[in-house]
């Protein structure tokens, strides 16, 4: 059985068919599966048997062995082109990317960027790095404390631009809390997709591509860059902060809220565009805060909630309430929302309407909330408010003034005046 | 001090202000203050003084006094007009229309009716009626329970149509739980306000202007009639269970998600118009269902959630997540959630993007949590789940069934193709 072999892995409770990978202990089996997730697999409760011998060319990590078809063991580095960090941590485009190992902290280079998608060659010098190989559901803050340092390492070797390959179910929270750790030189773009590169509707080359586009651009702010259209035609540029998944599966599943995207990238043309303002590349210097405060709960109401639930976020550091219209809660709620933050909890008010202001000031319900110490934050997404009170809570002296003002374009001018 | 009159009201925590309504007992002092809403006050925990005599003229609830100042005591039933029933339940629509009490359950008539909205005059006979008077952010399962009955009892009284004013912040909670409650043969049209008739933005008397030419219309189902856009041309017909308010302020707030709305209401040619199927009037006999098993919660899904949400919900009856994507959440939370369904919670899945179905035959995640017995509830909205569950769990013996299954249009046909 060797590293390239079709196996099979019956567990216990389960059984997996991949490709072997080699793997740095021989205590622990790395499979490659067909949807591209690779699966480690503790080799004594494993029955493994191998399906067919060699069916994978797997790259040495020496790179002295033969190579892959194009039979171009290297790629030289272009003094002309830009260098663009790709970091992964998962999900569906970076299934794309065969890693010459299963392990977290793995390297890959051009050659195996480039083998994955043949229309990146010629755009950018390539580094590669895997931060972590997660399906983003299960995304944690110390895995977004790793990316920070990630980005931020990169950056310092002299990336022009970095690429964060992310699963999409929670890729508007990475990019978040991205926007409030680092103060960034260069564009730092998420992209990722909806679809696998199985599928013939996979968006994975094009968001790809674009998001190195985007990345060799002057806009030196976090963005996400995903397919703005059920066509390949264009993608969108959007704020980090400002960004939402509002569709299970359609391509053009992400969108800004409350706003045009910031700008847009041309497949056809190459061109990268922006409509509106943006931190221009070395605007500032490189720097990063990456604490986070981790006991932070976002709680969302609805009729009927019960009260219960404000029980379990005693004693933490804080809460984010996403409230109706305006930032409201059942005023039955308010007493014991003032207790918790005499006790000390920060508790943050956002409206499950998504667009527009909180603003309590209109109707008692939200007064007596202003009078019970809530802190608003104006139109922040709920989402952004909390990974932004996470590192408030964090790296700030003043979490008040913090939440209500934009740090990194989470809150925006005011759009439609208020008469 | 009588009926009518400007008066202080000094309580040991708040002054009021406002005009003294009549009250059906002496130890309860109800006060009409300047943004509408009454104010119920314990007389002997309260000092009161009159600012001013007889500045507002009260209709005595026999009709026998003098009346307004149009001077006409009477407004004639109409053959030839249909017969609305307008039901208030509180929020800044219903704050226009001056009840001669301030008790929930008051009457209100034709001439109340007419006095605020001028407007109105002409389109139809008209019946009041007080379900309750509150902020809709303290709506509840009960008075769902109650304004269903009285929405019932006025259709099998012969209303042609029934309006209900309501508040903005709960709208939608409301519509949709109703949607599942009432089978009716006349359109149940729920109507609010942005702005309170004092500002000279108010959408107040468009919205309830096209809310009655709605319920005279010939679709019977449960509607929210708001605003189609920021200008006062259009008001759009959105169907109970599938609206949301997706503005924090905005007039055009309401949306239908995932689609158009059903119809819309021309506020120039008084037409009505629907672009897709609907029920027609008198497609359905009139029934009720008012059931609710109230220990129902919903959960949003956020990364570094804290495990101790899913302990509050242990025993209830059901707990709809709001998860990300397709429908998932950390495969952490997995095991606990499959133990929880196992203790005889019934737990349903929908997806935070809320645009698209969740579907969890795509992902292990997802693979995971259907295997923990987790119902999928297609594109249903997560608050509109919510409700649902609320009544399935009281009306239904295949719970599984009815979430899967559109009851009332909050399942959406698939608009577009998985590929």
Redesign the interface.
């Known amino acids: 059985m060797n590293p390239g072999d079709r196996v099979r892995v019956d567990r216990a409770d389960r059984t997996y068919e991949g490709v072997l990978l080699p793997s740095s202990t021989d205590e622990r089996l790395v499979v490659k599966l067909e ?1 591209g ?1 690779n699966v480690g697999v503790d080799r004594e409760a494993a029955d493994v048997s191998v399906l067919a011998e060699d069916v994978y060319e797997i790259d040495g990590t020496d790179s002295t062995g033969p190579d892959d078809e194009a039979g171009s063991s290297e790629i030289e580095f272009d003094d002309d082109l830009p260098t663009i960090s790709l970091l992964s941590t998962g999900g569906t485009i970076a299934s794309t990317i065969d890693y010459r190992t299963g392990a977290v902290t793995a390297q890959f280079d051009a050659e195996d960027v480039l083998r994955a998608v043949p229309d990146l060659a010629g755009r950018a010098n390539y580094r590669g790095r895997v931060v972590a190989n997660i ?7 110390p895995i977004w404390q790793d990316l920070a340092e990630a980005v931020s390492e990169e950056i310092a070797a002299g990336a022009d631009g970095v690429v964060v390959m992310h699963g ?3 890729m508007q ?1 990475s990019a978040s809390v991205l926007s409030f750790m680092l103060e960034t030189p260069v564009p730092i773009v998420f992209t990722g997709s909806q ?1 696998s590169a199985d ?3 996979s968006d994975n080359v094009m968001n790809a591509v674009s998001a190195v586009e985007a990345a060799k651009s002057d806009c030196a702010e976090v963005l996400v860059c995903m397919h703005a259209s ?1 066509s390949d035609d264009v993608c969108a540029l959007h704020r980090g902060t400002r960004v939402r ?6 391509r053009d ?1 992400f969108e800004t809220v409350g706003a045009e995207p910031l700008g847009d990238v041309d497949y056809e043309t190459e061109g990268v565009s922006f409509r509106r303002g943006y931190r221009q590349r070395d605007a500032v210097d490189l720097s990063i805060e990456p604490d986070l405060e ?1 006991d ?11 009260p ?2 404000l ?3 005693e004693g ?1 550091a804080g809460v984010v309430i ?11 709620l308010i007493p014991r929302i003032e207790e918790l933050i005499e006790n000390g909890t920060t508790v943050v008010m956002t ?1 499950q ?7 309590d000031r209109v ?3 939200g007064r007596d909330l202003l009078e019970a110490g809530v802190i608003e934050a104006g ?1 922040t997404l709920p ?1 952004t408010a ?2 932004k009170l ?1 590192w408030a809570l964090a790296n700030s002296n003043d979490v008040e003034e913090a939440m209500g003002t934009s740090l990194a374009g989470e809150i925006q001018e005011r759009s ?1 005046p ?2």
Request: aromatic share 8%; glycine share 10%; net charge negative.
């Open positions: 949807g997730y399906l983003s559901e299960n995304m944690e803050p999409t179910d929670t929270y679809r599928r013939p509707s059920e998944k509002n569709h299970t599966s359609r599943a981790e932070v709960e976002l709680l969302k109401f609805t009729p009927g909630m019960d219960q639930f029980d379990v976020v933490s996403e409230g109706t219209g305006l930032g409201h809660v059942h005023t039955d409206s309407c998504l667009e527009g202001r909180v603003c109707y008692d319900t139109d989402g909390k990974v996470m439609v208020w008469e």
